[in-house]
């Protein structure tokens, strides 16, 4: 299948060299086209513009950075709703929110064209790895056509409904996340200030029924404040904020939630946003003798 | 070595006939003596008292249901107290307060004994599978000494310093866990009302930096309202309720656990008390349409 | 001095009146013209439109039902807008939200004419007793030029600087009123089941340091599960939730806000979003025996 | 009536004085016995022990600073036990915790006599203008006979049932007095930070449905960090805790009290404990631009 691949970022490069390495044929544009280089050593076409892409391949993936820049490569001048028609397909596989997910759906539907949303679970490793977990929503049949590529960039994806959906299903798992990450902060305080080692701690939690990865990984460097930024503080507390708004929507109550919120904004409030998530640490363990 | 063990319920069983697997000689005594029957087939001997094994045996280890039962084999007649002397060691796994330990301490200290409290982490299957996590504390010789026969009993055990820690990192990993109940309850309502499938969340969970045993083995039943108790709500409350005990002595602030500790309270407020502890799943979702 | 009256309401019939009784000549124009008649009986003139009460008066009052309204006699055809010039002012007193405002303070602004913001605390009966507190903010000349109408109509006017700090007061006067609320029900709760009489518990608060108005006139009520609506619960959740947003703007952690946001959110999702705030006493004493 | 008096402290000396300027025959007795004279010179007489005071009047009320003085003046040589009997009254006006009253009502029963546990609202300035709130229980009978005494010393008396009432209702005031501590201190700093001026809020509550005597006395000191101690955080942290554990023992759920309570707790681990409970402010205000 002839596949076109729209943005080669940390994050897109890894995922059309996956592409390649499976046997598809793929078409890649990047803003800067000598980002494309590597791709045409392994054997991938240049398109000079998204729309050349568009117009080359019956289904283009995008992986860019930022909303503006999902927006941009659809709407601008030869951007690809200039050759999107009935028969092709779009899918965005960017970190957007629902708003701009919806603009672009309704575009590129107008055109005849089809749309899925599939923002990823995981980073440059599982990116890398092709061990992504991949949240699609959106048009049916373009999912299922899109399900082999899927396949060779990720170790699942998921069809969750319709547009918004994918959004959505990250918003809840971050929220769980950063909930998790105040009452683990809070255990490793709580047993550090009863005369407990944090260290013992982590090790008694790595072996039972609430281990999980992130308390190994994130554990140690917790322990010696080290918070250098892997998921900066300031968005996981955008994404509280969002899912706390989400169930205001829908009239649920999510008191863990928004403490954990509160406690992100104390950490904001005391200049930590940049930092890793990890760093409502602080927040916590502040104390006078 | 000779070990004594004191206490063959589900737990003392599988834990005795563990050590007896692994080639120690082992004295047991049960309250009702009948239960000894199974051990003896396996090679056992038994002891008519407490006071008897502990005669007989270097070591000898408790496993009772409760601090009642802790107290009773050490100080009634008969019991742990009449023989424990200089040079002997008294192991208690079973899960008691503080201060129910520290008073079992004194006593065999005082007769020139020493003292090693050890509750674990981990229920019936762990036990059978020697795979507890062992939480000591207590005389550092005699949990040296003892490590060979924990080995034959647990995949870990921990020292944790003097008497108390071992019933304060219960408490910790408990209020961790507890808060993290809550946390993916209010994930999975908010997923539900939000349109998404929480099938598809659990799914999602199990594959990302937040998988855990518990999300996977509690998130299917919950999901069908199933509540049938493994660790009961009301016991878990009580955890809550003394880690913030614990806070506050030590000038801890903990936000999230006193949310989810009030989230527990309404639970047993609306009958839940008795249910496994994933039941404040039902005071989360609870809606009128 | 001449003044214009846009909206005879409950609230603004009142506080006509009160303008003619300290003396003010006043022209009034209501949507449903007829209700005009009761004022021109006291001695106001009509104008036919919005249009028209701008040409004649120097200063013009607003006071309609909400942001929609608010918009409607500025922008529609006859509005405000059509008359308004340099020399001229408008006073909005309805409750609207900081965009409502901005957008009205710019269009009336562009015209030349000044505009000042100004939100009331208080109700019918407060209005009718020209007891209102009046949170102006916007054009300080206007202002001071309005000061003798707004003492005709209220106790005690506030300027508060620039546009948008009269809804920002009002956000967080009804911010701690709500977290108020919940305490004061918590409170009630543990009184009934802590064996004390919640009467008693009301005639204590009164007499003490924190005795307030909302105690004494809200607290019979709750007790007899009496939530007839004074201030509807979902449009109190509203503020919470738009004084928590403020908050999040401005880094600003709330942790008693956000919890009482949740309750109130709970009680929506019970259906209680109709009745009075105090209705959030539902939520706090369910209860199974 | 003669009335016996134990305990001259500030209190107590304003609590007789008010007894004897209202014509009651009062005896007074103190640790430190010259602390009388001066009630000597308005006409009273002095008791030289407890026993003797006891001995002389039908009624005896103590006002002393705290558990252990409560116990002392009864259960030492010399104390109130020794000259109880059937026909005589024990009123205890200080402050203890329930069991502390339980045990002295026992004693007092026990002897034949009748006791009523009767902690008051309000500090200084209100003892010396008889402005005290007064939350009595247990017999009722000495109760009625006190009243004409609480009416000399009070502006109000309440009976409130069984012992252990007069401390809970005072935890339950106290519980709401701390949740709104902190709700106010929230819109302060709001109401700051969102450019608004925090003594336009005291002015603009102060004239509204939340207006309270706390946010006034306290508000002005508050803005200006003057937290001089009236009633210090950790003791209201402490009632917060046993208010909590009320609310445990009856499974009532609290969140707001809940967070309020974590948030005095983190005002104590800044070192805050001594200062005026209104110090929790300083948490809530803390800020890194």
Not at 29 to 53: F, H, I, K, Q, Y
Not at 79 to 85: A, F, N, P, R
Not at 89 to 113: F, L, Q, R, W
Not at 122 to 145: M, R, T, W
Request: glycine share 10%.
């Amino acid at each position: 299948m002839e596949i076109g691949f729209l943005g080669l970022g940390i994050m897109g490069k890894a995922m059309s060299m996956n592409l390649i390495k499976k046997g598809f044929k793929v078409t890649v544009w990047n803003r800067t086209l000598s980002r494309c280089d590597e791709l045409v050593e392994m054997g991938a076409s240049v398109g000079e513009t998204p729309a050349a892409v568009v117009k080359k391949c019956k289904i283009t993936i995008a992986m860019v950075s930022d909303p503006a820049a999902a927006l941009s490569v659809v709407f601008d001048k030869d951007g690809v709703l200039e050759e999107m028609s009935s028969g092709k397909g779009y899918v965005d596989m960017s970190t957007v929110d629902p708003e701009t997910s919806s603009k672009i759906s309704e575009a590129i539907t107008s055109k005849g064209g089809s749309f899925v949303e599939a923002p990823v679970s995981g980073s440059k490793q599982p990116a890398e790895a092709a061990q992504l977990v991949i949240l699609a929503a959106g048009d049916k049949a373009l999912y299922e056509e899109a399900i082999p590529a899927f396949n060779a960039m990720g170790k699942k994806s998921f069809y969750l409904g319709p547009i918004g959906n994918g959004a959505r299903m990250k918003l809840v798992v971050n929220m769980i996340m950063g909930s998790m990450m105040n009452a683990f902060s809070e255990g490793i305080v709580l047993a550090d200030r009863s005369g407990l080692n944090p260290s013992d701690l982590l090790d008694v939690l790595d072996l039972g029924a609430i281990a999980t990865p992130m308390f190994k990984g994130k554990g140690p460097n917790m322990i010696k404040s080290n918070f250098s930024p892997a998921f900066p503080l300031k968005h996981q507390q955008k994404d509280m904020r969002l899912a706390l708004a989400l169930g205001d929507e829908n009239a649920v109550s999510m008191p863990i939630a928004a403490a954990a919120n509160e406690a992100f904004k104390k950490a904001r409030s005391m200049g930590l946003g940049d930092l890793d998530f990890s760093a409502v640490h602080e927040v916590v363990k502040q104390h006078k003798d």
